[in-house]
Nanobody, 126 residues
Framework: QVQLVESGGGLVQAGDSLRLSCAASGRTFSSYAMGWFRQAPGKERDFVAAISWNGRTTYYADSVKGRFTISRDNAKNTVYLQMNSLKPEDTALYYC???????????????????WGQGTQVTVSS
């Protein structure tokens, strides 16, 4: 069972940037796609971005496309989420997650991911 630990959240102003990191334990990290979801108070946990096992393919929610960049370093068992031009509506608890199957092909459904981290809070003030 992989363990995921997010970091890098914080309180920033609109227009600022943050980089989230997710450190994964286990030897299977490099075989699976990884993703980021977020959950605002009173709302569902929504897909943000995902990256294929080798980093060559990325997927983004329309709301963050062009502002956020997902990347990974398999040598460090770490996935990143670079967030630029942050908006107040980006305020949420951000979760790192691992795809359930090696055959992941871009699904944005929460059920296609497992092994969630504990989350890191991002708050963007206007």
């Amino acid at each position: 069972q992989v363990q995921l630990v997010e970091s890098g959240g914080g309180l920033v102003q609109a227009g600022d940037s943050l980089r989230l990191s997710c450190a994964a334990s286990g030897r299977t990290f490099s075989s699976y796609a990884m993703g980021w979801f977020r959950q605002a108070p009173g709302k569902e946990r929504d897909f943000v971005a995902a990256i294929s096992w080798n980093g060559r393919t990325t997927y983004y929610a329309d709301s963050v496309k062009g502002r956020f960049t997902i990347s990974r370093d398999n040598a460090k068992n770490t996935v990143y989420l670079q967030m630029n031009s942050l908006k107040p509506e980006d305020t949420a608890l951000y979760y790192c997650t691992k795809a359930e199957r090696i055959s992941y092909s871009g699904s944005r459904h929460r059920d296609d991911f497992g092994s969630w981290g504990q989350g890191t809070q991002v708050t963007v003030s206007s």
